[in-house]
């Protein structure tokens, strides 16, 4: 027992030494979060990983505070990020699953309050899932969530993430950028930076993917925490509040879970958390007490002085003196297999070593001797009545916002379900009830990985091996999300089985309520098939649906443009061309009108107008080639085949000298 109180004492002392030693506090610090997406605590090297990735986040907990127990509040990246700045748990912000839900404006979030308090704001994310139309961008001035890959890019073939390194230039560039009128250490800031590298599909770049082959997911963590060097390099310590967080974990294959969202073992919900104050203070901290990331909040909130608000977490500050205070209870939520299939909801609460989730069949894990979660140890009421009362007492808090979900956008939809999202599930779902009667997660969750494989398979365009996971997943599980069966009409539309992904769109619209895009599929499938008046019939109703796509314009366009309807053509590319004006697509197809009206000296012009945004396009230099030869000016056609016939390309090389010889 001597020992065991000399140890407590060394760790006070040790606590309150380097708080005499450090710098007064400002009154009104800069604070900087960085949150690194799907990052499992056990992969830092700070927390006993032996992989060496991790030496920028090492550094940063021999300066500052490491939480060795974070827990999250969901598996999902804009629930738990909600739950970060707002400090309450998903049931109470309606923020359950990625894709449909919005963050309410009831919902109090910490840069609304840094706004309010004179702080320049600014956050910058790196994946689709965080854009500024979830909510989560409300208080921040500055939200960077454009990525550069993205630029003139076809509106269905974005970008859903980007890598760490533009996202830190981003943030380094308005990190040093100064307010009107004003340096740029005039005005106090609070920043977000958010690096989702580890998320799957595992590809870390060079020279991490040579050193972590076979080990991917460290090189992506390690790769990440280069990023995190940058950034932390341009931070000024003396007057800034560090806060490094995961959203969530990685199962990588524990409990037959391959990636997150489905489950709430450790691998998913315990993170990494550490804080830096301003001058160092509490340096080479470890705090053994039990947090949750809804601590957060209020724990930056009164570190700047800024009033309390309504929270589920607790402000960590006493903790940072008593780092081995009694565990706070953790609440964790995993809703995502309720939304997509109807499955059971799970709930899970972590106290004192031991973890109960609540499930149609309930578990209890005793953590310190069972780490991996593999004995469960539920034998009825009794032995989880000290687990069960904080988790109903907590579960009965009023919520601040309903849930919120809508329809979602449905190029939204296919780029979540690029990064392995599904989005578009059932327009009601029941996350309040958890019984025998519903499926229980555990079950089934051979037919989850299925569903990731697929939507990975499709997301590396391995169409082939999507139609061959689809197919089998469809027929052992018929009632499977519309979401899945589009991508399974997508995957057959560009395999050439056009007959199915026919049946499979048709399907969907029986089933679910129709999107413009399955309008849009079909159209494409039909007029691949050869039959434009099916075609075209559908692409007027994508369009119907959504006047803004662009691409179902076109292509209306092109219908039109094949059954000789020319007027209506036009007008499709002239709807095009009003959303952008610098749609070479769109300006090639007036161009075709033109031609087919034998007016070649306006489609020479049009084409021209082409090739001054996209001065290289093969195809339109062809087309341009057609006019000059039909102009009669054979001679122009000629120096142009002859210019594409130097292409590298050597199909376009090809094509070009066959139509030289023709000239001759």
């Known amino acids: 027992m001597r020992r065991r109180r000399s140890l407590g004492l060394l760790l006070l002392l040790a606590a309150a030494a380097a708080c005499r030693q450090a710098a007064p506090a400002p009154s009104r610090p800069n604070v900087l979060v960085v949150t690194i997406d799907t990052i499992r605590a056990d992969h830092v090297g700070a927390y006993g990983s032996a992989s060496g990735a ?21 598996p999902l990246t804009l629930p738990s990020h909600t739950a970060i700045f707002s400090g309450l748990l998903p049931f109470r912000t309606g923020v359950r699953v990625n894709g449909t839900d919005r963050v309410a404006e009831s919902v109090p979030l910490l840069a609304e309050a840094f706004f309010d308090r004179g702080y320049r704001t600014g956050a910058f ?169 809804t601590d957060l909040a209020p724990t930056i909130r ?12 607790e402000d960590l500050s006493a903790l940072f003196r008593a780092p081995r205070s009694p565990d706070r209870p953790a609440l964790s939520e995993a ?83 690029s990064l392995g999202y599904i989005s578009g599930g059932a327009a009601v779902v029941d996350y309040g009830r958890i019984d025998p ?5 555990k079950e089934h969750i051979a037919v989850w990985s299925v569903i990731e494989s697929g939507l990975i398979a499709r997301q590396k365009k391995n ?7 689809f197919e089998r997943l469809t027929a052992s599980y018929p009632t499977i999300n519309p979401v899945i069966l589009r991508d399974y009409a997508q995957a057959c539309r560009f395999t050439g089985r056009l007959d199915r992904s026919i049946a499979l769109y048709e399907k969907v619209l029986k089933t679910a309520t129709p999107e413009p895009d399955d309008f849009f599929g079909l159209g494409v499938a039909w007029h691949l098939k050869g039959d434009e008046s099916k075609a075209t019939g559908h692409f007027e109703r994508a369009v119907a649906m959504n006047p803004g796509d662009l691409a179902s314009w076109i292509d209306l366009g092109n219908g039109r443009l094949a059954l000789g309807d020319l007027g209506a053509a036009e007008q499709a590319f002239l709807k095009a061309a009003g959303l952008d004006a610098k749609s070479v697509d769109a300006i090639s197809g007036l161009a075709s009108v033109a031609f087919e009206k034998k007016d070649y000296r306006s489609a020479a012009e049009i ?12 195809q339109t230099l062809f087309n341009l080639a057609i006019v000059e030869k039909r ?20 199909a376009v090389a090809a094509r070009a000298r066959k139509e030289l010889q023709g000239l001759r």
């Open 54 to 74: 991790t030496p920028s986040i090492d550094a940063l907990a021999r300066e500052g505070i490491l939480f060795e127990q974070a827990i999250a509040a969901a």
């Open 125 to 293: 994310v790196s994946s689709l899932v965080l854009r500024q139309g979830t909510g989560i961008g409300r208080g921040f001035d500055t939200y960077d969530d454009r990525f550069a890959a993205n630029a003139g890019r076809d509106p269905r073939d974005l970008a859903p993430e980007r890598r760490g390194e533009e996202t830190i230039g981003r943030a380094l560039a308005w990190l040093s950028s100064a307010p009107s009128g004003k340096s740029a250490s005039a005005v106090p800031y609070f920043a977000w930076v958010h690096l989702y590298d580890p998320h799957a599909p595992y590809e870390p770049p060079a020279p991490y993917a040579a050193r972590f082959q076979g080990r991917e997911y460290d090189g992506e963590i390690a790769y990440a925490d280069t990023c995190l060097a940058r950034l932390l390099a341009a931070v000024d310590g003396k007057t800034t509040l560090v806060v490094l967080a995961g959203d969530h974990g990685e199962s990588l294959g524990e409990h037959g879970e391959e990636t997150h969202g489905v489950f709430l073992y450790d691998s998913t919900i315990r993170v990494p958390l550490l804080l830096r104050l301003p001058g160092q203070s509490f340096s080479g901290v470890r705090v053994a007490t039990q947090v949750r990331l």
């Open 302 to 313: 009164a570190a700047a002085g800024l009033p309390a608000v309504e929270s589920d977490g």
């Open 335 to 417: 809703d995502y297999s309720a939304f997509v299939l109807g499955w059971s909801p799970l709930r899970s609460l972590r106290l004192s070593g031991r973890k109960y989730i609540d499930a149609p069949r309930r578990e209890l894990y005793e953590l310190r001797g069972d780490p991996g979660e593999r004995d469960n140890r539920y034998s009825g009421a009794d032995g989880v009545r000290d687990l069960a009362r904080p988790l109903v007492q907590t579960l009965a808090r009023k919520p601040l916002a309903e849930a919120t979900s809508s329809a979602v956008d449905p190029e939204v939809a296919r780029r979540l379900a």
């Open 437 to 441: 009667s519903r499926v229980d997660p």
């Open 463 to 469: 169409y082939e091996a999507a139609v061959t996971i």
């Open 607 to 618: 084409l021209r107008r082409a090739l001054a945004l996209a001065p290289e396009d093969p």
């Open 631 to 650: 102009s009669g000016r054979a001679d122009a056609a000629g120096q142009i085949y002859a210019g594409l016939a130097r292409s590298a390309d050597p």
